[in-house]
């Protein structure tokens, strides 16, 4: 940052980091800000299929020859650095740095900025942000954030900052009391997400679902969330808290344009931003979260990649699809807890595909086919190194009114939802 003159500085942000649900949550944020009629950058990570979707103003990913204009120029950057003996930047490190050189250009109303690792060491926690967000504390990343919750949480509370407010989900008390202890410390003021209530209403299924939201004394009721999974209402807990936080507790107004009328006076609370949330929450896409590729086979793909995105994934599945049985392609990268992972997901498998995913974190694949037959003996399943194989081997397999379950790593979503996507004449695309 020193080097490319602080491109960070004089940016508004909203600061998330947590085990799982950073980029559900984000997305949420960013669409019902722009429907406030805010410009809004989100820097996110891992991508699906391109770099390009790290980068995006107002939901639009960066364009590819923009993105190589700017990493030719990171380059520039990096060879200064080592003229000036200093340590050479990571991977990750140049594209957080490109992003906010492409926001400083962009100048956003407000950057929506995931954490990619942890918290305190993290490359992103360079910023003062607005408002920062724990979305969660569970086991992931164990070699590197701790092996208890209480040291993850440690690692993840660096994010707070003096007099900044936080915003946290839920989790265990060993985790929340560290967080609490450092929003202490730095006098943070600390809101819990249970400040917005969510009341589930009958599902509809895996195109979505109707809430009622209520803040203070006020409600909005007949919401629909078009993002389905019972796990995605704490996400929108959590977003909304934080929306309402920057509107009653620091004084940005949010109201859409047009909403209220501007005859009338500024409403403030959740009825202030209901039209700019009611709009954003009916049209929200999230790739890979739940996301239905083909409804003739029914075949669905998530990145649940540790063992709180899997028994999530499971019970919304339990919920959405009761009793139906399903066969499982999966694959998870040498570093994961793949038993604690694989656990919930074996009580509606019928079989398992085991693939490997691309890369050379991907090595030691085919343990999880090991785990499977440890945990689930009585099951079958296959190993198939080739992604898309393990997809089409997985479509044969298919009986009755089962479906297609496709999860794990990132780098496996990335092939198998490409490959399928492609299109074949007996898939449905959605």
Known sequence: MEVMGHPEAGLNYIHIAGTNGKGSTGLIIASILMECGCKVGTYSSPHLHSYTERFRINGEAIPIENLKERIGRMSNYVEEMTRRKMEAPSEFEILTALGFQYFQDEQPDIVVLEVGMGGIYDTTNVVDPLVSIITGIDYDHTDFLGNTLAEIASNKAGIIKPDRPVVVGPMAAEAFSVIAARANAVQAPLYSSTLVGIESLPEDGLRGQRVNISYGGDDIRGVRFSLAGIYQLTNLALALTTLLILQDNLGITLSRPSYPDKTEPAKHGIAGIEAAVRLALDGIQHPGRLEVVSKQPLVIVDAAHNPQGTRALAESLDRILPGRKRVLVCGWLNDKDVKNSLQPLGENTRFCIVTR????????????????????????FLVEENISKAAERGLDLLHGNEYLLITGSFYVLDRARSYLLEGRDKLSIS
Do not use: D, N, S, Y
Not at 358 to 376: N, P, S
């Open 357 to 380: 995913p691309e890369g050379a974190r991907g090595t030691e694949w085919q343990r999880v086919a090991g785990i499977w037959q440890e945990l689930f003996p009585h099951k079958g």
